[in-house]
């Protein structure tokens, strides 16, 4: 590897910059959820703009002000339709490229070199960007069924600077990976002009661990759905109750938990060295570990009958 390669493996590109900004960000507001109330001032508007769902109801009183831009949770399948149409035509365009020595069209060459996407990446491996791309594609088809056809959504509202948060997150999560397939101009470089020769047992081991966390996170909505139907079916209200079985034994918010182990899975198969990526998911942990906390108060303040060994997130640590 020539010298510069490796200051470049480690340079603050802009996308970078990025996920360490809203990593950085979500850890301060984690950690000021974990301040004892009454230490700091409330905020009313910046409860309002980290809460969504249920957990807004135990925040401080919502001025009228902030209703003004409440948006039905429900819209969260909007996140996934955009993302399956998006990553699927970046999936469509690395496939070309990967398979039919088809180029990247310019704009999108120019945004990706923008983004501080560099040529040849050292040891990069196509074939991790590729199934990673995949990865992320079938995880937004997945969380697509589940919001239409699983989950059972109420009255409950987010922020409008959530629902456009959303919208941006995931076409920019599938940039990243894109940026993060090795190039020679505007063509993908394979290594040994051979796709299938590129192939690492951690390309395996990160496949069996998304599917292991996609199994997990698919059973816990399955089960917070059914929280809300009879045993036809049928949805019979729009309540919040305890929910039990798989995770839920040991965290609040399984599915949370779940959706980093799944992260983590796209970070093994880049063979675990990926910086980029590595940002992305210590990203995800601070922000579900934010989520999780939130849920887990709510559930501790509205049934006196809570499992009292559960924790928020991580099983037996937080």
């Known amino acids: 590897m020539a010298p510069w ?13 990025l996920w360490l900004t809203l990593t950085a960000a979500f850890l301060l507001t984690l950690l000021l959820q974990l301040v004892p109330p009454g230490l700091l001032p409330a905020c009313a508007l910046f ?47 690395l496939t070309q490229s990967l398979f039919l020595g088809v180029p990247f ?15 040849f990446q050292g040891s990069e491996l196509a074939l991790s960007a590729f199934l990673v791309l995949v990865f992320l594609w079938l995880h937004s088809l997945r969380r697509l069924f589940e919001c239409l056809y699983v989950s059972v959504f109420s ?3 987010i922020h409008v600077v959530q629902y456009c948060f959303g919208l941006v997150y995931y076409v920019l999560t599938g940039l990243t990976v894109l ?3 090795p190039m020679d101009g505007r063509n993908v470089y394979v290594i040994g002009k051979n796709l299938l020769m590129q192939a690492r047992w951690f390309h395996i081991l990160g496949m069996l661990m998304f599917i292991w966390s996609s199994a997990h996170q698919y059973k816990c909505h399955v089960i917070l759905g059914n929280l809300r139907k009879n045993k036809a079916g049928v949805v019979i209200h729009c309540n919040h109750r305890i929910p039990f079985g798989d995770w839920f034994e040991y965290v609040s918010s399984p599915n949370y938990l779940a959706e980093l182990m799944i992260y983590i899975s796209m970070a093994v198969t880049f063979g675990f060295h990926n910086l980029t990526w590595w940002l992305v998911v210590t990203y995800v942990f ?6 999780a906390l939130l ?3 709510f559930y501790k ?11 928020a997130f991580l099983p037996f640590l937080f």
């Open 5 to 17: 390669a490796g200051a470049e493996l480690w340079a603050l590109t802009p996308l970078r910059a």
């Open 301 to 311: 303040s509205n049934f006196v009958s809570y499992p009292k060994h559960r924790k």
């Open 105 to 119: 069209p310019n704009w999108l060459h120019g945004l990706l070199r923008i983004l501080g996407a560099a040529q």
């Open 155 to 157: 009255n409950a509202v």
């Open 295 to 297: 849920s887990h108060k």
């Open 286 to 291: 601070f922000s579900q570990a934010l989520c």
């Open 47 to 93: 409860q309002d703009l980290i809460r969504y769902g249920k957990t807004k109801r135990e925040g401080p009183s919502r001025p009228a002000a902030c209703r003004v831009f409440d948006v039905p949770k429900r819209y969260f399948s909007h996140f996934y339709i955009i993302s399956v149409l998006w990553n699927g035509f970046l999936l469509w365009h």
């Open 179 to 181: 940026s993060q397939v």
